[in-house]
């Protein structure tokens, strides 16, 4: 083959492979569509319905509900579907999930809804990050995998945006069930992704595993020299349970990670996300600043994830949290304050805004991308299915009971004591990060292994 033909042959991979990426990480999208659309149409489904403040936590709660049993079976369905199939049957889901959730006829059939689009994302979101891990090159695998979560943060902007646009009329039904229209074209779009070459060769399919790379990598060196690693690690096989039976200090980086993803949630992000109108409401704004406001919080969440990407590899895992947990500190006791000496006029209401964006940047910019990557990053590769598939399980547990107790404390202990707690929760995770979490910036991940395996404390097995 001539120079000319192999600088084509690369070319073509290299278009091939971004787009293969780049349509898998949509599935973030998704993702981000569903936790993004019900925090707009809550306050319009709440008075139609006249339904209690419990039952709206209930709709919202339901979603995390059901991701948390779609991730427990995501593992399953990966290896015996592959994941791709596991792909397509996430996006089914979602198409069928908000179909149902736009002609809900009450309260009870929103929930069920909910639960089924939960299932999609549950599955989608084990499911698209490991599609992406295996089938990107190693020099471009990170990128490629950060453009997932940022497809997060953009679903979670152009929800708040629609719901924007229909909240002029109500219209909550269009906001829940327009969102079909971006699934059913992932799903069309994912029916033309090849099958993953780690999977193939797992299932024995050597030959179509290597076509599957040769159309990815467009080199046979390349291909046969991943082919040979890819098989190589192969014969370690996954014995997640059983290590963790046994060996105690597997069992200290599965609750870690366990932690780790109770750190994430409590941070109380997802507070915002799921009831931003509601936080602005009891900040005296009407219905219509309420929902541009909350435009500005996904907008916020999507700028501020850049830095993360920037940054993770030149700062260092510990000192981008440490800013993070600081800066939600500060910010969600401002905001309380605020709410506890009264927001009397338009300069308060606009520094509490403020005060509340900035509490968004510092979650954008740490704890939200920087704990996945913390996550993948300790856990040994004999066990590494388990360790993932726990923490992200304890992920939409954690998940589901922020969206389910908002409201009652509100109701209970007031705003001021709601944001005030939250406050009070980031500071100890401030404590936690330097007490527990290691910092993993340039330090291999077989490294990280033989360190935690060897016995070392867990702020040090990154050393």
Known sequence: MNAQAITSTATSSKAFVVFVCVLAALAGLMFGLDIGVISGASQFIQAEYKVSDHTIEWIVSSMMFGAAVGALAAGWLSGHLGRKRSLVLGAILFVIGSLLSGFAWSPETLIAARVVLGLAIGIASFTAPLYLAEVAPEHIRGAMISTYQLMITIGIFVA????????YNGAWRWMLGI??????????????????????????????????????????AVVARETADIEEQLKTPQRGWHLFAENRNFRRSVWLGVLLQLMQQFTGMNVVMYYAPRIFKEMGYDTSAQMWFTALVGLTNVLATFIAIALIDRWGRKPILYTGFTVMAVGLGVVGTMMHNGIHDHSAQIFTVTMLLIF???????????????????????GRDFGIGVSTFTNWICNMIVGFTFLSLLNSIGNAGTFWMYAALNAVFILLTFWLIPETKGVTLEQIERNLLNGKRLREIGR
């Open 360 to 382: 968004i940047v510092g979650f954008a910019m740490s704890a939200g991308p920087l704990i996945w990557t913390l996550c993948s990053e300790i856990q040994p590769l004999k």
């Open 160 to 167: 708040f945006l629609s719901d924007t646009a229909f909240s």
């Open 179 to 220: 969102i079909a229209i971006p699934g059913a074209l992932f799903l069309l779009g994912v029916l033309f992704l090849p099958d993953s070459p780690r999977w193939l060769l797992m299932r024995g399919r050597r030959d179509e595993a290597i076509d599957v790379l040769q159309r990815l990598r467009g080199d046979r």
